[in-house]
């Protein structure tokens, strides 16, 4: 291998790395409730998100949008595993396994231990190389499974 494929090959894994941590940032969000601070350094300004509940497009109330998403839970952990990245110059897809466990609230708003919505699923999408880092572009949640009940839909 020569010097050049060995640079090129160690800055596709620095960009796959890049990407993957993008990921698993993404899933701490939802953990931690940091949208209004984080999401805007997840997303492209135009960034487009799709979960099952429904989908948003701009930074602009994407923190509204996950907020009301999560707003049936207390306590949740967000798992992204097997985390896949193909990279083609400046974009780069992406494709990770999920597992999810949230703690449903009770009426008086008071997270119940014994009541647990768990789902799996696959999160994919597409990522851009800007000039603050790689951002998502667009993702996709496809839940493969679920079990337990949450209540209705958020709005």
């Known amino acids: 291998m020569t010097p050049e494929d ?3 090959a160690l800055l596709g894994l620095i960009d796959r790395a890049a990407v993957r941590e993008l990921v698993d940032r993404y899933a701490k ?5 940091s949208f209004t601070a984080l999401l805007p350094t997840l997303f492209v300004p135009d960034g487009e998100i799709r979960l099952p509940p429904g989908g948003h497009r701009g930074l602009a109330g994407m923190d509204d949008f996950h907020r009301d998403v999560m707003r049936p839970f207390g306590p949740t952990q967000h798992l992204f595993t097997n985390t ?3 990279i083609e110059g400046d974009q780069a897809t992406f494709q990770a396994n999920t597992h999810v466990t949230h703690t449903v609230l009770k009426d008086d708003g008071t997270a119940d231990d014994d009541d647990l919505f768990l789902a799996g699923g696959v999160l994919a999408g597409v990522t851009v190389r800007t000039t603050a880092g790689w951002r998502f572009q667009k993702v996709t949640l496809d839940v493969i499974w679920r079990q337990g009940d949450f209540g209705p839909p958020a709005p």
């Open 84 to 86: 896949l990245v193909d």
């Open 29 to 33: 969000v939802f953990d931690d409730r």
């Open 6 to 8: 060995q640079e090129l």
